[in-house]
């Protein structure tokens, strides 16, 4: 059996990649990194050769026929080198130079402990990397290319950038599965990845991991006024664990990947169910309101301010934990005790209406950042809930969004 990957490739990496490679800054970006590399390409390549064992096929059998066969199923041409390093952690990478072979790595530990099935999903999602050329946009290089201090890229399109990234894994992780074929091995896969066990005490399950997803989007973290990008989950190159696994589960249950094993279902997802649910889940890892600077970002920053008061005087007066909560959230100092809580409020139905035009997206997480202001002091009385409730049901967003936030952050992995 052959596949065709683009077939497969997750659509909003096909959406980000067209915009992110017509920009100016990102080819310039390319073109200064293909000036430095200066058309050699065999670096990495000979530091494997110096440190590290290169598996042969009289070496590792298993190994070489399991590369052989996903290179045959994606129709993957020019030849594969693999390389084990000596790691005590799950690790496999693959890369391609200007020049040379494509280059798989595994880490010692990971050809220990991972099963047949569970490196056929390794290797081919590796290998879908090669199939997709995601070399061909280094991350995070491109994005952090520069000259005399000046980035090439501009922040917005850097933000597109790791989106694009993010949504490349995705496409490597379809590839894997269909070359694993087996979804429970990917589900095993990744917890073992996840997780760094390999333990029979622990049974994977493919469709619980998957549900972690309800419980990250419902556990919101307040930014504070000054944070290090290098910890906002808009630069980071890949999806949260979660995220991934739900995508793979949810592609593994799509018709396009049952005809492909031969299968079929009733019951079958299209792939426009499984791009949505991979569109809406991947926006977790979006900047939010409170990170961007715009007409839209100001709207609600407005509202949050009102509807956090509105919150905090439902149980008979704005604490400063509540009010500290507040000032955290927008990264500003104008949180303070408001002289006239009754004019505050009054502006409240207008911010709603002005919120309404919004994207249902952020107005969602407006609503669980309130949840933040009400626990503030420790407890979240009846009426707060009421409050939250309300403005929840206004602003066309389901009350459930707020028993949803606060029994994912008391129970994160329910």
């Known amino acids: 059996m052959q596949i065709e990957p683009k077939h497969f490739q997750v659509r909003r990496e096909q959406q980000l990649r067209d915009e992110v490679v017509g920009d100016f800054g990102v080819r310039k970006a390319l073109a200064k990194i293909r000036e430095v590399r200066g058309g050699k390409g065999y670096g990495y390549r000979r530091s494997l050769l110096s440190s590290t064992l290169r598996l042969t096929r009289s070496m590792a059998p298993e190994i070489a026929d399991t590369v052989a066969q996903c290179k045959a199923l994606i129709g993957h041409e020019g030849p594969v080198e693999v390389y084990v390093t000596p790691e005590h952690q799950f690790n496999a990478t693959c890369y391609r130079e200007i020049r040379g072979p494509t280059v798989l790595t595994l880490s010692s530990r990971l050809l220990e402990a991972f099963s047949p099935a569970e490196l056929r999903f390794v290797i081919g999602h590796e290998l879908g990397h090669a199939a997709f050329d995601h070399y061909g946009l280094p991350m995070p290089v491109t994005a952090m290319v520069e000259e005399l201090g000046i980035p090439f890229v501009s922040r917005h399109m850097s933000l597109k950038l790791y989106a694009w990234c993010r949504s490349a894994e995705l496409s490597a992780d379809r590839i894997g599965l269909l070359c694993a074929q087996d979804p429970q ?11 760094g066990m390999a333990s029979a005490r622990v049974v994977p ?19 504070e006024k000054e944070y290090d990008e290098d910890t906002l989950d808009c630069f980071s190159t890949h999806p949260y664990n979660p995220v991934r696994v739900r995508a793979v589960w949810a592609f593994s249950r799509s018709k396009p990947f049952l005809d492909a094993m031969g299968k079929s279902s009733l019951d079958a997802w299209t792939l426009d169910e499984v791009e949505a649910m991979v569109d809406r889940d991947m926006q977790l890892m979006e900047p939010t309101y409170l990170q961007e600077k715009n007409q839209t970002s100001d709207t609600l920053r407005r509202l949050l301010y009102t509807a956090g008061v509105a919150v905090a005087a439902a149980s008979g007066g704005v604490e400063a934990s509540e009010l500290d909560a507040i000032g955290r959230l927008l990264g500003s100092d104008h949180a303070d005790t408001p002289t006239d809580v009754d004019k505050v409020l009054r502006d409240l139905d207008g911010r709603i209406n002005d919120a309404l035009a919004v994207p249902l997206l952020y107005r969602a997480q407006l609503v669980q950042h309130l949840t933040i202001v009400a626990a503030a002091d420790g407890v979240v009385s009846d009426d707060e809930l009421h409050v939250m409730e309300d403005i929840a049901r206004r602003l066309e967003v389901g009350a459930g969004v707020v028993h949803e936030t606060i029994r994912g952050a008391m129970h994160p992995l329910d």
């Open 185 to 195: 091995a990917a589900a095993s896969g990744f917890f073992k990845l996840a997780s």
């Open 205 to 223: 399950d493919l469709a619980t991991f998957a549900r972690q997803v309800e419980s990250l989007a419902s556990a919101p973290e307040a930014r």
